[in-house]
């Protein structure tokens, strides 16, 4: 089978986005799992190049729409990317927000999707951007944001998967929210993607919202969604006391868990594994992954930001996109 087609933005050119994604690419790991491809300036990835201290050969592709994988060399030391010249050297700024980057970060986030859209790629990862960059430029409608019953952040990290009900919303009014056909709905979703991805019959669990699972949102909305869901054929379990769910997912007991908001999936998430974690946008219609950073100005130019999580993420989008389920599966 061939190796599936990654398209990643580089994310904001003044960030770490191309520095993390230099090492990642020259480290090898990403050509094992996919062909991978880059969008965004040339010239940024460069002068990323010098600030990691790698050498690599940059290929270069113009238009969209003269993109072939037969292009793509399995060569670490080349690196590939469609520059459709949104900058030009001369504008390349550095460890700040301008409305430059932001329409060139924007501009990139389009022609990722439409390769997607039009099967030029088989699946995207958007590197770290900055919303200062691009409120500037006018263009944060840009931003995929999770949105209840339409779209979800999905993050991995090892063992422990949490897809988030809702994202940035206050606790009062995740209460009001929260439904028994919201709460189906996700699990349908989830469900459909991860067996997309290569995992059988997957394992989900559902965090209550309230200690030991046990108040009015569990009795009235969480538990009737989940009986919803067990009748349409999902494998799922709960609401389980969210004191206690996560830490029987990351030993092996479930494959993921939908938490009820941001603070209660992000806590676990942080805590079990910051470093090396990555992100499924669940909404669009491809496989679409990020990174759970920005774009880290303080330390930008120095070599020093971590690439774990842009290496993760293109190694799993590699894995899911072959449907061959999660990494360490």
């Known amino acids: 089978m061939q190796k599936p087609v990654i398209a990643t933005m580089i994310g904001d050119p003044a960030g770490i986005g191309p520095e993390v994604i230099a090492r990642a690419w020259v480290g090898g790991k990403v050509h094992q799992v996919s062909r991978p491809v880059l969008i965004g300036a040339a010239s940024a990835m460069e002068r990323a190049l010098g600030f990691v201290g790698e050498k690599a050969k940059i290929e270069v592709i113009e238009q969209i729409h003269s993109f072939s994988p037969d292009q793509l060399s399995d060569d670490p030391r080349t690196i590939t990317v469609i520059d459709t010249c949104a900058m030009q050297e001369t504008e390349l700024p550095l460890g700040e927000d301008t409305e430059i980057c932001g329409r060139a970060t924007a501009q990139w986030l389009d022609e990722m999707d439409l390769m997607a859209r039009d099967g030029l790629v088989d699946a995207t990862i958007m590197g770290p951007i900055s919303t200062g960059s691009l409120k500037l430029a006018g263009k944060l409608d840009k931003v995929v944001s999770p949105t209840p019953g339409e779209s979800y952040l999905v993050l991995f990290t090892g063992s422990l998967r949490v897809i988030h009900l809702t994202d940035h919303m206050s606790l009062r009014s995740v209460c009001d929210v929260i439904s028994k056909d919201l709460v189906a709905a996700a699990i349908h979703d989830i469900d459909s993607a991860m067996r997309d991805w290569g995992v059988e019959n997957p394992r989900i669990a559902i965090a209550g919202l309230n200690p030991h699972a046990m108040g009015e949102e569990e009795r009235k909305s969480i538990a009737p969604g989940v009986e919803k869901a067990k009748s349409a054929g999902a494998n799922v379990f709960g609401p389980i006391s969210p004191d206690s769910v996560f ?66 993420a293109m190694v799993t989008a590699g894995y899911l996109a072959a449907g061959r389920g999660f990494p360490d599966s």
Request: net charge negative; glycine share 12%; aromatic share 8%.
């Open 247 to 312: 830490r029987q997912c990351i030993d092996g007991d479930y494959d993921i868990v939908l938490a009820m908001c941001h603070d209660q999936g992000h806590i676990a998430v942080k805590t079990w594994g910051f470093s090396g974690n990555c992100v499924v946008i669940l909404g669009p219609p491809y496989l679409h992954m990020s990174v759970a950073h920005g774009t880290a100005y303080d330390i930008v130019g120095t070599g020093k930001a971590d690439p774990a999580m842009i290496e993760n």
